[in-house]
């Protein structure tokens, strides 16, 4: 009887200290680290694979963070695609139908990606473009402002910050590697896609706010990709529709554009992008684009600059690149590879892009030795995460992780200290607050209307919450004031209503919503115009409202700052350079004189201001 309760309390045991064990392991550990039994995993892997499966590896496709039943369709071909191409890596978004983006549930996302881990046979590495932290995606996390926001407020103990909180939401809900940051530098103030995604247009500045950026991503345990390399700020075209142009001579690029790129790689950044650009300085010849230039990927970048980590294209389903490919689709993906990228990112067509990698391959075209180089670095850099070991995340922590009162705190700080006044004429700030009149009853509270404050938000799409936020804090403190929305589509009809309503207020705000946006494109009088300036319509509209007041309206650019510079009867200026609630809140402290316009242009306004500008202590 004793011998069988000893060998109970012995299996007891045992199972108890192998479960212990197994639940030290079971989740992904921090931080990133490659040692030496991660190195051998690698290795050994490396040879078990098959060149179908070297060539799976190399491929990072989407999927979207939202809840899928096991048994669904959508489910099973994602899970069946994956399987089916041996894909290794996915970067993870959201629904977006333009102008909508459906941000999703943390809980849902990660569910999502710990499935996908489990039903694969190698363990995944997962990217998101979190530019804007993981409120880029998902919701209750920490909001931050735009990068340029960051830039205005000259803080490297910010974007360090901004590195790690980003880090440690981003690996709470399954994400390792962040899209971010970018270390363009945005000289061209036509840009229509880089804009405020850049810190500014300095590039002693800009690569201090990456390193610092990357310093804090690797303290939270996150891989960092530095982009658009070899420099996508000084273009006037979106590469999402069309292939853009880096001009200017090598001694140009030497000073402005590669620092920044210098300085991540010095900084230890994991991962390069490389954009769809032209750089006639740097590869003349008729196809030179970036992605798919060996003068520019594997002399320049890897050799010349000495970067050791992965390189990655820019997405491969871009319209600047895929209209060179369009009677070869596959072709795209191997001339990339060749070119010296390591990751190729959202082909176009995975069957064809897969098929080609293969066939070259076995053909000669790509030596196998090539493809041993790179898989090798994403086998490492998944060992580095510990996915060797434990590919899971522990869903009940996200809770505690994610959108931290501290942490949503300091994000609105950044907000606070990047907005910056550029111009004053001493008549219009700071607005007053107003109360309400009293009711004797609950629900009958009345505001009086007395004409003081008109508000003119201009957005895209009235149908968007751009300008909700704004307009609720406005009215937090003037109940009565009269907020109107004008998208391109009504700005012509309401122009006179508007106008009305203006010259009758005591003071005007307009409130100016205005973001580079993938692929969004304008179509004026005089043809496609640069996606971040105001379509004719509202453009119009704001003409004729500081044509009737600008001596008492103030306009608030909430995101693109370069905005004044088509209207130089501006006489109060106010930039935030971001349209994310904390950058509305602040703007709104802002006007009413509750904080200080501590901020300083981080770029040049053609005809309005210098970098630097700014009214500190307003």
Same mark, same amino acid.
């Given at each position: ?21 197994? #639940? ?47 048994? $669904? ?40 990606? *710990? ?9 995944? =590495? ?6 804007? &932290?993981?409120?880029?995606? @998902? ?16 803080? =490297? ?25 970018? +270390? !363009?530098? *945005?000289?061209?103030? +036509? ?15 800009? &690569? ?42 090598? $001694? ?17 950044? %994991? ?45 491969? !389903?871009? &319209? ?28 176009? !067509?995975? %069957? ?16 196998? $030795? ?23 995340? !522990? ?35 700071? @607005? ?20 003081? @404050? ?10 968007? %919450? ?15 004031? *009269? ?54 319509? $509202? ?53 009413? &004189? ?19 500008? #700014?009214?500190?202590?307003?």
């Amino acid at each position: 009887m004793f011998d069988l309760m000893l060998r109970r309390v012995l299996i007891f045991a045992v199972l108890f200290f192998s479960v212990a064990a197994l #639940g030290k392991t079971r989740y992904q550990p921090l931080p990133v680290r490659l040692d030496h039994d991660g190195e051998k995993w690698a290795d050994k892997t490396l040879h078990k694979l098959s060149i179908e499966e070297k060539v799976g590896q190399l491929f990072m496709i989407w999927t979207r963070a939202e809840f899928l039943n096991t048994a $669904s369709p959508d489910y099973a071909r994602l899970r069946d695609t994956m399987n089916q191409y041996h894909v290794g890596s996915f970067a993870m978004t959201v629904r977006y139908e333009p102008p909508f983006l459906y941000k999703n549930q943390p809980y849902e996302a990660a569910e999502l990606l *710990n499935r996908l881990q489990q039903d694969s046979k190698l363990p995944l =590495l997962v990217a998101a473009d979190f530019e804007l &932290g993981v409120s880029n995606r @998902l919701n209750g996390t920490t909001n931050f402002p735009n990068a340029m926001a960051l830039g205005a407020t000259g803080n =490297l103990q910010y974007a360090e910050a901004f590195g790690r909180i980003t880090a440690q939401e981003a690996r709470a809900v399954g994400v390792h590697w962040n899209f971010f940051p970018v +270390a !363009d530098v *945005n000289s061209n103030p +036509a840009n229509p896609i880089i804009n405020t995604r850049s810190f500014g247009e300095d590039p002693q500045q800009v &690569g201090e706010m990456v390193s610092a950026y990357i310093r804090g991503a690797h303290s939270g345990g996150m891989l960092v990709t530095a982009k658009h390399f070899p420099g996508h700020g000084n273009t006037a075209t979106d590469s999402h529709l069309g292939l853009a142009q880096v001009t200017g001579d090598w $001694s140009r690029l030497e000073t402005v554009e590669l620092p920044p790129f210098r300085k991540a790689i010095q900084a230890g950044v %994991d991962s390069i992008m490389v954009a769809h650009v032209t750089v006639p300085a740097l590869d003349p010849s008729p196809r030179g684009v970036a992605t798919i230039s060996p003068v520019i990927v594997s002399q320049l970048l890897k050799h010349e600059l000495h970067f050791p980590g992965i390189v990655i294209t820019d997405a491969l !389903d871009m &319209g600047a690149l895929t209209r060179l490919y369009s009677t070869n689709i596959g072709q795209e993906a191997v001339d990339a590879f060749k070119a010296g990228n390591d990751m190729l990112l959202i082909p176009p !067509d995975l %069957d064809a892009a897969y098929r080609a990698m293969v066939a070259a391959v076995r053909s000669g075209e790509i030596p196998e $030795s090539r493809l041993d180089e790179s898989v090798l670095k994403i086998l490492k850099i998944k060992a580095a995460l510990g996915l060797h070991k434990a590919r899971l995340i !522990d869903l009940p922590t996200i809770a505690g992780a994610l959108g931290r009162p501290e942490n949503v705190a300091l994000g609105q700080q950044m907000a606070d200290d990047a907005v910056t006044l550029v111009r004053q004429n001493g008549a219009v700030l700071p @607005l007053t607050k107003a109360g309400t009149t009293p009711a004797g009853l609950p629900y009958q509270t009345m505001a009086e209307v007395r004409n003081r @404050l008109t508000v003119v938000i201009f957005t895209d799409d009235v149908r968007l %919450d751009t300008g909700r936020t704004l307009e609720r804090q406005i009215k937090a403190r003037v109940p009565d004031a *009269n907020v109107i929305y004008a998208d391109p589509r009504l700005a012509s009809a309401i122009s006179g209503g508007v106008l009305v309503d203006v010259k009758a207020a005591a003071k005007v705000v307009a409130a100016i919503y205005s973001s580079p946006t993938a692929g969004k494109m304008l179509r004026t009088n005089t043809g496609v115009q640069n996606s971040v300036s105001m379509a004719d319509e $509202s453009a119009s509209l704001l003409q004729q409202i500081l044509g009737a007041a600008a001596a008492k309206t103030v306009v608030v650019a909430l995101g693109n700052p370069y905005i004044a510079k088509d209207f130089p009867e501006v006489q109060n200026y106010l930039c935030t350079f971001s349209s994310v609630p904390v950058s509305e809140i602040s703007a709104v402290k802002a006007l009413f &004189g509750e904080i200080n316009s501590r901020g300083h242009l981080p770029i040049t306004i053609p005809g309005v201001a210098v970098r630097g500008a #700014g009214s500190p202590g307003q």
